[in-house]
C-alpha cells in the first residue's frame, strides 16, 4: 500500500481551507477553552430577552468553532489513524467538551422555570427567527427536564454509561480470536474483521461453509461476556430513559426526533407482512447457484460477479451524467466537490478505512472514499457525494442554527443517489452479465437495508422491553430470540449451520446505539420513493427532492418528508418499496432463466 506522500495531491483533500496551519488550530483551541466561563455568567439572566438573545447568540459562535476544530482534528486523524499529535489534541477537546456541558447544563431548567408564557414570547420575537425550533424543544421537553443538579449528575454519569460500546469494540477488534477457514482445496486462511465479508462472497463454498463456523465459534467463544455487555448497555438505556421520565427507551429515542411511533410501527408491519420478497429473493439464488440446499453462509455470494476495471475520473463522468436528472446545479455542486478537493480517494497506510462524508457548515463538507479502480467503487463515491450534497444544500438556505440535518434523515440523500445510478447503470449495460450484477447488487441493498435492519430493529425491541418491564434476561434468552428472528426474515429456505445458537446478533456494534438501525430502512424506503418519482419524470419530484435536501433542520425530520412527499405515518412509500423491490426480483427471475 502506498505512502500518503505517494500519492498525487489532486486526489487528495485540501484541510487547509479549515486552518492554513496548526498554529491556527491552537489558538482556537485555547480560545475554546474560555467558553465554560462565557457560559455560566449567563446563570440567572436568561429571563431578560436581550441576555437570553446574547446566549443563544453565544451558542451558536461556540457551535460554529467547535464544529471547525473537532471536524479538522477528526480529518487529520483520518489521514493518520496513529498521529499521536492529533490524538492528543482530540482528548484536550473532549475534555474542553465536557467542562462546556457542565457550564451550560442550566439553561433548560432555568428557560423552562421562566414558563412557557415567557418562551412563547421569544418565539413571537423576530430576533430569535434562527431558535424557534429550539425554543420549541424546551417546551415539547418540559415533561423530562432535570432539576440543574439532577442534570449535572446525569451528565457526569453518561461517560460510564456510554462505555459499553467501547468494551464491545475492544472484544470485537482486539480479543476475538478467529480460526483459519479451510478451502476446498484445504488451504488455510486467515479469518479477520477485515476480510470476513471477503470470505464469505467466496466463489468457494467449501471456504464460505468454514468461515462461517469460525466467525460462528468465536462469537460464542465470548458469548457469555458481550451477552452480559450488551444486558448492561440495555439497562443503562432504560436507566437514563427512567430518569427523564420516558415511558420506554423506544419513546426516548422517538422523542429527541419527535417521530411518531406509528412510523416505527409501521415500518415493521410493512415488512413483515412482504416478507415473502425476501423470501424469494434466496430461492432465486438457490435455483441460480444449482444447489439442493442453501445455507445461511451462501446468502452472500454472487452469482454474477461482473467487475470492470475503471479509473477515478471515469467514475466522477459516471456519476455526473447519472445525476443529471437532478437538474445543473445539483450537477455544479457535484463538480465542485471533484474539482475542488474537498476528496480524498486513495487508500493509503495508517488511513481510516471506508467512506464517510463529513459535513460541516464552513467552508464545506469533506468526503473520505479509498477507492480502488473497478466499477463497484463508482457506488461509495455517488452515495458519499449523496451526504454532500445534502449539506450544500441546506448550508445554501439555512442559518447555521438549522443547515444540519437529523440522523433520521441522514441515509436518504446518499441512497437516492445509489438507486440512480443503478438505474443508469442497468439501463446502459451492454450484457446481461453486467445487469444482472447490477440487479443483484440492487436486491441486496434493499434487502439488507430495509429488511436485515427491521430484523435487528426487533431484535432491540424485545431485548429493551424485558428489562423495562423488569422480566428475566439472560444469553439463552436473547439467543433463542435472534434465531427464530433469523428464521422468519430468512425464511424456510434458508438453513442454518449446526454451530448457530443464535449468538450472530453479538456482532452488530450498532446495537450499542439503540434504536439506531430502523433509520436505515425508513431511509432507504423514503430514498426508493424520491428517486422513482425523480427518475420517472414525476411533475415536481425534483424541485420536492430539492425541498427535502434545502430544510436541514427548519422543521421536525417526519413534516421535511411528509412536505416533499413522502409520508412514513402511512403504508404508501411501502407500497412504493416493494413495488420497486417486485419489479427488480421479476427482473432478476428473466435474466437468470
Known sequence: ?????????????????????DDLLLADIEKLKTYPEKLSAYKGKLGKPNKCLEFLQLGSELGKLSEKISVYIFLRLSENLENTKY???????????KH?????????????GYGEKYIRKLMADDRFAEYRMGLNNFL???????????????????????GYSDVF????????????ALDGKGKKHEVNQHNMTELLESKDRTLRCNAQKSITNAYHSMGNTISANYISSVEGDWFVSDIYRYDSVLGNELFGENIPKLVYE??????????????????????ALGYKDFYFYDRMVSICNHKSSMKYSQMCDLVLRALGVLGQDYVDGLKTAMDNRWIDVYPCEKKESGGFCCNMYEPHPYVLLNTVEDSSSVYTLAHELGHAMHGVFSRKNQPYELYDHTIFLAEIASTVNEVLLFKYLYNHAESKKEKLSHLEKYISNIIGTIYRQTLYSEFEYFAHTLVEKGEPISKDILNAKYKSL????????VKLIKE????????????????????????????INFARTIYNGVDGAVDRYKSFLSSGTCDYSINILRNAGVDLTTDEPYRVMNEELTWALDEFEKLIK
Not at 100 to 112: P, R, Y
Not at 266 to 287: G, P, Q
Not at 486 to 493: A, I, N, P
Open 140 to 162: 415539547r421537553n418540559k415533561d423530562h427536564i432535570l432539576d440543574e443538579r439532577e442534570e449535572i449528575i446525569v451528565s457526569k454519569a453518561m461517560k460510564s454509561l456510554s
Open 87 to 97: 490524538i492528543e489534541l482530540n482528548s484536550v477537546v473532549s475534555t474542553i467538551g
Open 169 to 180: 469494540d475492544n472484544i470485537d477488534n482486539l480479543d476475538l480470536k478467529f480460526a483459519d
Open 486 to 493: 433469523t428464521q422468519k426474515y430468512y425464511g424456510k429456505g
Open 1 to 21: 500500500m502506498k505512502k500518503r506522500s505517494q500519492i498525487e495531491e489532486k486526489y487528495k483533500w485540501d484541510l487547509t481551507q479549515i486552518y492554513s496551519s
Open 100 to 112: 462546556i456541558s457542565v457550564a451550560s447544563s442550566f439553561e433548560e431548567s432555568e428557560l423552562i
Open 266 to 287: 409501521k415500518l415493521l408491519a410493512n415488512v413483515n407482512n412482504n416478507l415473502k420478497s425476501m423470501h424469494r429473493f434466496y430461492a432465486l439464488k438457490k435455483k
Open 500 to 527: 448457530d445458537l443464535g449468538e450472530d446478533w453479538m456482532r452488530i456494534p450498532h446495537f450499542y446505539r439503540a434504536y439506531y438501525v430502523y433509520k436505515y430502512a425508513t431511509g432507504m424506503t423514503s430514498a
